[in-house]
């Protein structure tokens, strides 16, 4: 079995910064991509950043600038550093992987994290 953990959310001011990680454990053989994306009540899930095993990243426009992801390949782990957070970036936001189990030495993409809640807030 695979897990996907996630820590770093919470309540924050608008302006301010949260860092949010997510760690892969299992048995797991290796991982591809890498991603967070959010929901919002009422919407649905959106893709906000995603990154390659060789570090190629990808952003959603809105975050453009602001958030950062990044991942340690050693220790399967994915951050966002958000910075400059807006009301509007109010979510849960939930991590994503493409893992290679030991198993079936195949990719799947369906490995997802609990969610971690992110308010912005005054």
């Known amino acids: 079995q695979v897990q996907l953990v996630e820590s770093g959310g919470g309540l924050v001011q608008p302006g301010g910064s949260l860092r949010l990680s997510c760690a892969a454990s299992?048995?797991?053989?290796?991982?591809?991509?890498m991603g967070w994306y959010r929901q919002a009540p009422g919407k649905q899930r959106e893709l906000v950043a995603t990154?390659?095993?060789?570090?190629?990243?990808n952003y959603a426009d809105s975050v453009k600038g602001r958030f950062t992801i990044s991942r340690d390949n050693a220790k399967n782990t994915v951050y966002l550093q958000m910075n400059s957070l807006k009301p509007e970036d109010t979510a849960v936001y939930y991590c994503?992987?493409?893992?290679?189990?030991?198993?079936?030495?195949?990719?799947?993409?369906?490995?997802w994290g609990q969610g971690t809640q992110v308010t912005v807030s005054s």
């Open positions: 990154i390659t095993s060789g570090g190629s990243t």
């Open positions: 299992g048995s797991l053989f290796s991982i591809n991509a």
């Open positions: 994503n992987a493409g893992v290679i189990t030991i198993a079936t030495m195949r990719v799947s993409y369906d490995y």
